[in-house]
């Protein structure tokens, strides 16, 4: 019996081989998988890096130039042993680490592969000069800030436990570093590491919900001044998060609101800065907190793709639309997670497997309706250059929210944090007014009542004609918006955001083209014949990831449910029938129609400024200017504008989303 024991383990661990190698995972399902190795929300963060100027370099260089404090070193002794484990013991802090070093299970097959790559820098001159930033989400969140590594006392402000801790270790580390730059007559690294970091604490200052953390970077940027007030970037500092609305119409970061607060303090605890785009979309702060659990679900969560090559397809979505703003956050993303840094210099750099992407990101950005089973059968495909279907339903998760998610970014009109440093054309420094007149609202309100009461007198009459509905379908558009966008205004950004628009591997003239309802390459899109609801959810359920796909849905239910019974200065107002409007007006302009729906009701509701509106937002975002958004004053207040460029968002996803997932059943099948 003893000898049976003893060798219990090693029979376990030989059937358990034998059962693995006669098992392997199905091509068509995603590698195995857990949320801690997906770094979930909910996961702590203690391993993650913060940025390609590490923060680990950051503070290595602050303890040797500070006093340590007496709290501090009462904690020393008991995490002495965590900290020369460290994998930043034995490497120098301004080399980048592999990926596999920063496992926080201690194995890269915690994750899956990585497409995107790795990076080992010599230097931070190597990294692309827009994504050098500062600290950004996902950087170490821990428990031993007090006496451990002290390159995670920044992602500490985000525990509310350690914030007190740590506020007075980041102010000392930068008083003696002021004291020490003033004593110099040469400057050394020390000081460009210290002042590469000054836009984070100015962010931090005016966008952090808490206030004693306000308060202390103000403390710090006073003492910069008082030094040498060269070393603060050239830019105002501003709480606008928008220049499309009053500043103080924005949800404040101070809001009485505790929803919108718990939001802030929840966003802030995850990412490590509350961006402007979470205040814009904090009108409605309902609708942030599913599309915060989608979103980071998408990005962080479970699924098929590994982390750093999720933010590279973010990058490329965003510069379909010339999107500075995300692929900003997403290239320093990239980088945190050990992304290769060539890769962020154009298409050429990409790897096989990403190139082949770039057609179907163009496709289904400008002209979905003519993705084919073809091109998904290009894709799937065998060897380091093919995708599984699991991992290229995950890519066009991604592609479809990060094209819509511009859409909305230019649509409000929300500006770079201030740790940007991006610069806003002349016409975005206005305020947006309210509605101008009360009787463009009463207008509005009295079709609504009009619509309602026809509707419920022929609750009981035969269906209207599907010919003539379809037919009213096709004329949408000579009452709309031009056939072709607008020139541009402003400049979008960088040529970064030119740098995955590749002319060569993209279809001949792959750029915005209205859906024609006489062309014989195509035709409409019908949503009785494939439905998000019958068939979407489903396919992404399969091969993406079940609660990623609850989270779209939850997102597509909460926009359209989401009402407060008003409409401009009207109260009590049913606005089903508007928001229905609107939702399928963004569809018909994507091609997808739906037979069950009254399109007449798009041409009463809605009006030509808002149509253009609407469809700039889905098509053309990054040509939106404020002239063409002010012209919607005369009905709606601010929070009523997002809410449109939230229900367009939405429409969008889902249409791309629709044509994406049709051709990959069809071709499944």
């Known amino acids: 019996l003893l000898l049976l024991l003893l060798l219990l383990p090693l029979l376990s661990q030989l059937s358990h081989s034998v059962l693995s190698a006669a098992l392997p995972c199905s091509p068509m399902a995603p590698p195995p998988f857990t949320m801690a ?244 979309m904090a009108y409605h702060p309902e609708y942030l907190s599913a599309f915060r659990q989608a979103h980071n679900h998408q990005l962080w969560g479970s699924g098929a793709l590994d982390l750093a090559t999720r933010h590279l397809i973010a990058v490329m979505a965003a510069t379909r639309h010339n999107c500075d703003y995300l692929v900003k956050i997403h290239s320093a993303h990239f980088l945190d997670l050990g992304g290769n840094p060539e890769y962020l210099q154009g298409w050429e750099n990409l790897p096989e497997k990403l190139l082949a992407l770039l057609p179907l990101n163009a496709l289904l950005a400008h002209q979905p309706w003519l993705i084919k089973p073809e091109m998904i059968q290009k894709l799937v495909k065998s060897g380091p250059a093919g995708w599984s279907t699991a991992e290229l339903v995950h890519a066009v998760v991604l592609l479809a929210h990060f094209h819509s998610l511009a859409g909305f970014i230019f649509g409000c009109g929300v500006v770079p944090e201030i740790d940007f440093t991006a610069e806003l054309p002349e016409e975005y420094s206005q305020d947006a007014t309210g509605p ?17 009461q026809e509707e419920e007198e022929n609750c009981d009459a035969e269906e209207a004609d599907a010919a003539a509905n379809l037919q009213t379908f096709f004329a949408l558009e000579e009452s709309a918006a031009p056939d072709s966008p607008p020139p541009h205004t402003r400049d979008a950004g960088g040529e970064q955001v030119h740098l995955f628009q590749c002319p060569e591997l993209e279809p001949a003239h792959c750029a915005h083209a209205d859906f024609s309802v006489g062309c014989k390459e195509y035709t409409v899109f019908r949503i009785q014949n494939f439905s998000w609801a019958d068939h979407g959810f489903s396919t992404a359920s399969r091969y993406y990831d079940r609660k990623g796909a609850d989270y779209i849905d939850q997102e597509f239910q909460v926009i ?17 029938k508007y928001r229905n409007a609107v939702w399928n007006y963004a569809l018909r302009v994507k091609g997808v129609v739906n037979d069950s729906y009254e ?14 509106f609407v469809k700039a937002v889905v098509c053309y975002p990054d040509c939106i200017t404020f002239a063409m958004q002010s012209n919607l004053n005369d009905v709606f207040v601010s929070s009523e504008k997002v809410h449109i460029c939230l229900l367009a968002l939405e429409a969008r996803k889902q249409a791309e989303m629709l044509y994406a997932l049709n051709a990959i059943m069809q071709f499944a099948h």
């Not at 407060?564 to 200065?569: D, N, P, S, V």
């Not at 399109?599 to 253009?612: D, F």
């Open 436 to 452: 101008e007149s009360l009787d463009a609202s009463k207008d509005v309100v009295e079709k609504l009542k009009q619509l309602k």
């Open 599 to 612: 399109y007449r009701e798009v041409n009463e509701l809605l009006s030509r400024r808002l149509k253009a």
């Open 37 to 280: 190795a997906a770094f979930d929300v909910s996961a702590s963060y203690t391993h993650l890096p913060i940025h390609n100027q590490d923060w680990a370099a950051f503070w290595s260089h602050a303890s040797s130039h500070c006093h340590t404090s007496s709290h501090t070193s009462s904690h020393t002794s008991s995490h002495t042993s965590s900290r020369t484990s460290s994998p930043t013991a034995s490497k120098s802090p301004l080399l980048r680490r592999s990926r596999n070093s920063r496992s926080p299970q201690g194995s890269p097959s915690a994750r899956p592969r990585c497409l995107a790559g790795t990076a080992t820098l010599d230097s931070p001159s190597s990294v692309p000069p827009w994504v050098r930033l500062g600290p950004f989400p996902r950087a170490a969140m821990t428990s031993d800030v007090a006496g451990g590594n002290p390159g995670r006392l920044f992602p500490a402000l985000r525990e509310v436990a350690a914030r007190q801790d740590t506020l007075p270790l980041i102010t000392d580390a930068f008083q003696t570093w002021l004291q020490g730059y003033a004593e110099r007559s040469e400057k050394d690294e020390v000081d460009s590491v210290f002042a590469s970091h000054i836009p984070t604490v100015m962010r931090l200052s005016v966008t952090c919900p808490f206030g004693d953390v306000r308060k202390a970077m103000h403390g710090i940027l006073e003492n910069i001044a008082a030094v040498d007030a060269s070393l603060l970037p050239p830019v105002k500092i501003s709480t606008r998060a928008t220049t499309f609305y009053p500043a103080d119409d924005v949800p404040s970061l101070d809001s009485s609101d505790e929803d919108v607060a718990d939001e802030f303090e929840r966003a802030f605890g995850a990412d490590g800065r509350v961006s402007h785009m979470t205040r814009v």
């Open 560 to 576: 359209r449910d989401l009402t407060y019974q008003t409409l401009g200065h009207e109260a009590e107002v049913d606005t089903h």
